[in-house]
């Protein structure tokens, strides 16, 4: 890194550090206090000013993190929304519809939930059947959704829904936001392994959304769904942030989510790389295995593996664009959690299986380990991100496609 670069990032680090000192209260409603963060551009400091940033690099989000965890303060709202749509927004986005939804994305207000898994479309998203057929200014949808995380809290979703049945496969698609709260829109939750119900399936039955919430051009849905796409696989990588599994309650004091102290009916968090070694470490040492030198050479690890991840998310946060780089962070970000989790049980022994009861850390590591194969499934599974490696960054010969489009 350069001379330059160095006190550039020095000199956003001294500012986010004053403001986050002379703002961060804990007592602050959650909703205040993102609000205040949001208006300020520093919960999203790479965004241009106009859009609730500050026009920085994007390196600047990481610095801001490490002041927040340093002032104790809970982070901006970090879901769907903030991870995917709002860089599309930004980026692909109409001034109409930045302005439509931004406010309410990134005060952490309005959730959004994304509808492009279907029963016979996940893996293969173009091949998704889910209808939308234009009706004067607005366009009516139909078809079933599958998966969609947090689709029964959403107001809400992007959805990719084909617009023309006589295009090829790729060319029928198109790509719009719509409102979860409406009579055509009927989510059904599914109970996953580690006892959430965090997923649902969606019936949409001639739901509506108007013209101006295509996002895009028609029949040019599926180089923005690849993008969104590219937005969730970065943001999947082990350096993000935690993220939180459901709706909040935002009159709730803010630090009282910053110390970890969630209220009733909220999920929990998965932690990032930092305190997934922190909860490792305490695992290892209340198990009394540090001196096991099998027990340490796994940690090691991990540790390189978290420290890895890190760094490779610090080198893709510098290039000028969203690559198929990012798939390389996500494969590594899962193996990591494998990882983690084995040695987590090995160190835990029987106790790993409990979800509450004495050395079992209330049960976060069976969670953690009960949810950590849903990693390498979602936002494209394992075997998905090594062909875009092996093709877009290796450039080996491309995978047989079984519709030969
Ligand atoms: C925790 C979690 C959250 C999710 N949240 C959402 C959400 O909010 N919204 C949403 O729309 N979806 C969501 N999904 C769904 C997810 O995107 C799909 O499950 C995923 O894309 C895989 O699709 P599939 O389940 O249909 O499996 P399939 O595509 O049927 O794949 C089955 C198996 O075949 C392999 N396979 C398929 N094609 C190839 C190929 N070309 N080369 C090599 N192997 C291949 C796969 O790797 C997999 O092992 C979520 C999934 C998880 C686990």
């Known amino acids: 890194m350069s001379d330059r670069t160095a006190s550039m990032l020095d000199s956003i680090r001294g500012k986010a550090r004053s403001w986050l000192e002379a703002q961060w209260d804990p007592h602050q409603p959650l909703g205040e206090w993102w609000s205040n963060l949001a208006q300020s551009g520093w919960g999203f400091p790479d965004f241009p000013e106009r859009w609730f940033g500050l026009g920085l690099p994007s390196e600047s989000r990481r610095i801001v993190r490490e002041e927040l965890q340093r002032v104790g303060a809970f982070g901006p709202p970090h879901g769907i929304a903030t991870m995917m749509v709002a860089p599309l927004l930004v980026e692909m986005g109409t001034d109409e519809q930045r302005q439509q939804w931004l406010p309410g994305i990134v005060d952490g207000s309005e959730i959004w939930c994304q509808l492009f898994s279907e029963p016979d479309a996940g893996s293969d998203l173009a091949g998704a059947r889910t209808t939308a057929l234009r009706d004067g200014d607005v366009w009516r949808v139909n078809g079933q959704k599958v998966w969609t995380s947090g689709g029964h809290y959403a107001k809400w979703a992007i959805l990719v829904a084909r617009t023309d049945q006589s295009a090829p496969k790729h060319s029928g698609l198109s790509f719009f936001g719509i409102d979860m709260r409406q009579d055509g829109i009927q989510p059904k939750s599914l109970v996953q392994m580690n006892g959430s119900a965090e997923f649902n399936e969606v019936f949409i039955d001639d739901a509506t959304t108007l013209h101006t919430n ?17 937005y969730e696989r970065e943001s999947l990588d082990a350096d993000a942030e935690p993220g939180i599994q ?66 490779m998310s610090q080198r893709f946060a510098q290039a000028p664009e969203v690559g198929a780089e990012v798939s390389l962070g996500k494969l590594a970000a899962t193996q990591l959690m494998r990882d983690w989790r084995d040695l987590a049980l090995t160190a835990l022994g029987p106790h790993g299986q409990l979800l509450e009861g004495e050395n079992t850390f209330d049960g976060l590591p069976a969670q953690i380990a009960l949810s950590v194969p849903g990693l390498s499934i979602a936002g494209g599974t394992d075997e ?22």
């Open 384 to 405: 998905i991100q090594r062909n875009i490696v092996g093709e877009r960054v290796l450039g080996l010969p491309r995978e047989p496609r079984p519709n030969g489009d």
């Open 246 to 311: 459901t709706d909040l309650d935002l009159t709730i004091a803010a630090g009282r989510y910053a110390s970890g102290e969630i209220p009733d009916g909220s999920e929990g968090f998965m932690p990032g790389g930092l305190e997934a070694w922190e909860l490792l470490c305490s695992v290892i040492a209340a198990n009394d295995k540090q001196n096991d030198p099998r027990i340490r050479d796994r940690a090691v690890k991990v540790y390189t593996g978290i420290k890895t991840s890190s760094w």
């Open 214 to 230: 295509l996002i895009g051009e028609e029949g040019k849905g599926w180089p923005v769904a690849l993008r969104t796409l590219s």
